[in-house]
């Protein structure tokens, strides 16, 4: 319970962010965070419960700092996160960038039914976000503001 109230704390400390799948370094700290939180729960005594609780620290410090060096470098920005990918543009599927990211053509479909399309020529772009989710962008008209950053294969 202390370890959990602990892990409540930092992220408390940390921002919301801590926990939210945005990159694959914040990927890696939630489960990195779980592992520690059930090795501080399984501890007999103080001195085991200790490590994993300072392991904790340990990662949101690392979190906080590679946070502010992704806002202070690109390149660094480059290193630590994937760039969104178009798979779909102007109602046309780009079967390449399918190929490339491995996402089924099923898949894309199954989201494009989430999103409520109802005609393939109305869909401007599908992304594969940095996240892994894929947003659906449909509509008479896209602002290209929204595809900043985000590759065509």
Known sequence: MLALSWAVALVRINGLR??????????????ALGS?????A???DWREWLQPVAGMAGLF????????????????????????VILMRDGKIIREALKTTRVPENDLVAKLREAN?????????????TTG????????????TLLKGVKTL
């Open 61 to 84: 410090l690392l979190q906080h700092l590679a946070g502010r060096l992704r806002n202070s470098s690109d390149r660094i920005e480059d290193m630590l996160q994937n760039n969104p």
């Open 117 to 129: 399309v109802l005609d393939l020529s109305e869909v401007r772009a599908v992304v594969l976000e």
């Open 36 to 40: 520690l939180i059930a090795n501080a």
């Open 133 to 144: 989710d894929i947003s659906v962008l449909h509509g008479n008209k896209l602002e290209e």
């Open 18 to 31: 801590s926990l939210s799948k945005m990159t694959n370094f914040d990927f890696i700290m939630t489960i």
């Open 42 to 44: 399984q501890a007999a």
